[in-house]
């Protein structure tokens, strides 16, 4: 934060425009209005300090002159070079923001671009955390070669929060100097022993050392649409064909090796993939005055937690299947339940067998399928108010409630009265949470303990049961002390 | 050599729809009888210096019979070494074509010159050939596109072109995009890997406050009008600096330049547009939101950013236009999308009627002189010969639209309509390689050769069409030897006759003297070969006479295939 007046930025109030001048001032006359909000723009900052776009709001009597605030953005540059020096030009190098939306966590691609004749990228992007990752694809230098994926930080790097994504500050400029292994590709051909039907395949390799290629896939021709051929350098891959079809989704695992020369023969055997119906009750003690949630509206997913795990299948949603029963469409692998409340309803608990999915990872195998996940809402929620303080003084803010008691939801989010500072939580499971303020909008993860860290004198802790309507006032993080 | 020569006849169309994208996969055949290869070395074609770091892939060319027109699988890439030094095991004889990459070099085919090459002919008895391979430093274009207040245009679109001489014959100058790039976060671009050339460049943007200050959705809401300092827009923009493509410079490169071309865009008044939807198809209750698309000298059809709002009278007030001519397309529920044409000039707001006739051509295609079911397959082209492009495909209505709103089921039969604006175009067919045209006939429209002048409204073309093409294969010498590398033309006897036939037919000889022209319309020809001829003049047309008066003049019938052994004339 420079504080220094940005010009030729666009202040919007009311629907109506001006450019701010020289020494970033603006002004709008003859406002009839009591009340409205500012938004401003300009290329190459945000106004929310999380790189997202905010409204300030106005009334009149408020103090002037309005001082409106824009965060530089942040940007990812380096150079793409081949292992003998060379520069590779036109690689797609992509920066995928790590998402945190309450009930999960995602990679969301933000920013890309092309290396250029030098082998240099610009990728701007929001301040957040990332992975950098390029693309295969084919080397311009010399036909016939691939360029292989690598990303930052590396594949297989240990799954904790701290070091699978990189983290950049608004206005903060990181430097990468990337070096692909680019490597002669030869041409692998498969054969699915079904039919796909309408289905397209979609296939991925993965290698031992963690390397994983999405492979466009190439129908050899029209009359033979079981037949999908690809390039993959030499090595030994794990092939996952996935295809969807009418009947569900279809995935198939083999092993290839590639030694200098085309491969033919590979066959895949088409299985359905596991479907796990969810079937949803009530809490015992659960009054039926309240209007029961169906499960579309409790925002069930599985995310998966892998590290690697193939952006597209990181997070898996329900699906109504047409007997009208809802399922989980679910690739071998380990899970995360997540979920959120629903008006007064919450989730209490959500099992699959013996699994404690609140608390447990769901693991699916190969060949699994038909047992239920049961998922038990109740209404018997509690409550949560106060006033947030900056300074002493009531203040505009956003809540953040964590709860350290297990939970669906990874944290429960709210925007205070921007007039007197008070904030309430109508409907909150019962439960042990850690509470905190911000300024502004501040998206983190926070399932990770270490987020909560650096706001600790501020940070509160609070155990509510059913029924009660404690109060909790707190003590707001200034904007000053949000920047990461 | 001409690996492409049945698309290159229709190179001036957009449409490269064949099936270009099917690779085969071609086992090749072991257990060779002798050993095959081709040895050489890769050398600056400015200053012959080897080039490290190259790597070459050696294709196999399938000659002869139409029916092989699938290339097999590259051999390769095979590394030269550091002194550019390289040989390439063969499997088998036969004509291979040769392409050479290297970092900072445009990736060619040997000897090549515009599209064409030389193939590397092997046989049993002479198995191997040793080549001085030349490569040209690729050439790059860099600079930065700036607003009026001197800071970066993000994600502007700039497009380079690729300017050539006219030629003597009707084939439309291909000024198409040769590559097309957008700004970065600094305004800057860079075109590289280009070869040596004439180019022209433009620029298209959004003036982003603009965008940004009237970006309320398309709702109806009463919106305060904008500032007219807000409400501007960025004309196409010609390198140096000018909204006039007649007063773009061209940029000639030479092999290894690097040049800078900086832009700095000056907004204009946006104009705006009011679009009355058509009444009576119910377009009001619907919202039906309009489809902008700049029709532009530079031959680009590309779809404009605009910001549009509805008024209480259901017009659709759009603004963010800056002066052009522009298809304007609406479509209301189960209704065919439905073009208009408007002429948008700077100064007041325009009012486009929707219900009021269009003013596009509505033209009727039939297809004559061959069976219904092969008719079906023939696509019909209108190429605009000012800038070579495709201003329409029959059967496609809403082609622009893929999937669902794709208005099928016009080209059934031998009829089909098509939408264009009015104006003159050269009819090309495709589809099928060996159908050529022999004749139109117009009601309400003139048709003169293969070039027709369609009104707005109804007019119906009438197109003969006949069956195979000709071939024409040979041998080109100088002085008792192959002449290699030579240009050999094939010169329509009718060129100039805007009734004749008018294509010229090229193709360069390969390392055994040999051509191929395959595909050729029927009719009467001069054959021409010149030795080292790439830097003659040919489409002077008083220079190419000189050279006919002493070329092998040819009548070819449909299905023919000739033979021709010929003498290359001197350059």
Known sequence: ?484 | MKLTSLLRIFSITLLVACAVGSIAVAQTKTTPAKSFSITGILVNSTNGAPVQHGSLTATLVPRGSAGSRQSPAPIGPIDADDHGRFSITLPSAGMWRVVASAPGYVTQAYDEHESFSSGIVLTAASPTLDLRFQIAREAVITGSVLDEAGEPVRNASVSLLAIQAPRPDSVPLPTRARARTSTDDRGVYEFDDLSPGNYQINVQAQVWYAMAAQQKGFGTANQPPLAPSLDVAYPLTWYPGTDDSAEAETISLDAGDNRQADFQLRPIPSVHLRILPDAAAGDRRIQAYPMIEKISAGGRFGFTPFSAHIDPEGGIDVGGLAPGRYVVRLQGRGQAVKPALIDITSGTAQTLDMSAPSTMANVSIRIDGIAESEADSVRVSLIDPSSGRNAARDGAGGYFLRGALLRRGEAEGASRTMEVPPGRYEVVLMGKPNLYLTGITAQSAEAVGRFVTVPSGSSTLNLQVADGRASVTGIANKDGKPSVGAMVLLVPATLGNPDGLNIIRRDQTNTDGSFDLDDVLPGQYILIAIDRGWQVNWKDSSTLNGYMLHGVPLELRPEASVKEEIEAQAP
């Not at chain 1, 993965?206 to 090595?235: F, I, Q, Y």
């Open chain 1, 1 to 484: 934060m420079t504080n220094l007046p940005i010009s030729r930025a666009l202040v919007q109030f009311n629907g109506r425009a001006v450019l701010t001048g020289r020494e970033g001032k603006f002004e709008f006359d003859q406002v009839a209005e009591s009340a409205g909000f500012f938004q401003v723009i300009k290329p190459g900052f945000y106004s929310g300090i999380d790189g997202g776009l905010i409204t300030t709001s106005w009334r009149v009597g408020q103090a002037a002159p309005v001082e409106l605030r824009l965060y530089p953005e942040a940007i990812f540059t380096g150079t793409v070079t081949a292992p003998n020096g060379d520069p590779l030009p036109h690689v797609l190098v992509s920066a995928r923001r790590r998402d945190y939306d309450g009930s999960g966590r995602g990679w969301v691609p933000t920013g890309q671009a092309q290396t250029d004749s030098h082998g240099r990228f610009r990728v701007t992007v929001p301040p957040g955390d990332y992975r950098l990752e390029t693309m295969a694809g084919s080397n311009r230098n010399a036909s016939g070669q691939i360029i292989l994926p690598v990303r930052v930080p590396a594949e297989g790097s240990s799954s904790t929060s701290t070091s699978d994504s990189v983290h950049i500050r608004s206005g903060e400029e990181l430097h990468f100097d990337l070096h692909p292994v680019v490597s002669s590709a030869y041409k692998v051909t498969a054969t699915f022993d079904s039919s796909l039907g309408r289905g397209f395949p979609r296939i991925t390799a993965r290698s031992g050392h963690g390397l994983r290629l999405p492979l466009p896939v190439k129908e050899s021709s029209s009359d033979a649409s079981n037949v999908a051929t690809m390039e993959l350098p030499s090595g030994t891959y794990t092939l996952t064909a996935s295809v969807l079809s009418l009947e569900g989704s279809e995935q198939a695992q083999t092993t290839v090796t590639v030694t200098d020369r085309d491969v033919s023969g590979v066959v895949f055997h088409l299985a359905p993939v596991p479907v796990l119906p969810v079937e949803l009750q009530m809490a015992g003690v659960a009054t039926s005055d309240n209007t029961q949630p169906n499960l579309q509206q409790l925002g069930l997913t599985l995310e998966n937690t892998e590290s690697d795990a193939e952006p597209m299948n990181s997070t898996i949603r329900l699906v109504t299947r047409r007997d009208r029963t809802v399922a989980f469409t679910v690739p071998p692998g380990s899970y995360r339940l997540r979920g959120r409340s629903s008006g007064t309803w919450y989730i209490e608990s959500a099992s699959y067998g013996a699994t404690d999915l609140l608390q447990q990872d769901l693991t699916i195998g190969p060949g699994v399928g038909g047992t239920p996940i049961r998922i038990t809402v109740s209404d018997q929620t509690a409550s949560l108010r106060g006033v947030c303080r900056l300074g002493g003084v009531p203040s505009d803010c956003w809540v953040y409630l964590i709860p350290s008691t297990p939970s669906a939801e990874t944290v429960f989010t709210l925007h205070g009265n921007s007039t007197d500072g008070s904030y309430s939580y109508a409907h909150i499971p019962p439960g042990t949470y850690q509470a905190v303020a911000f300024a502004e909008r501040y998206t983190a993860d926070y399932s990770d303990p270490a987020t909560l860290v650096p706001f600790g004198t501020r940070v509160r802790a609070v155990t509510i049961s059913a029924g009660e309507k404690p109060t909790l006032d707190l003590d707001v993080v200034p904007t000053a002390e949000m920047a990461r």
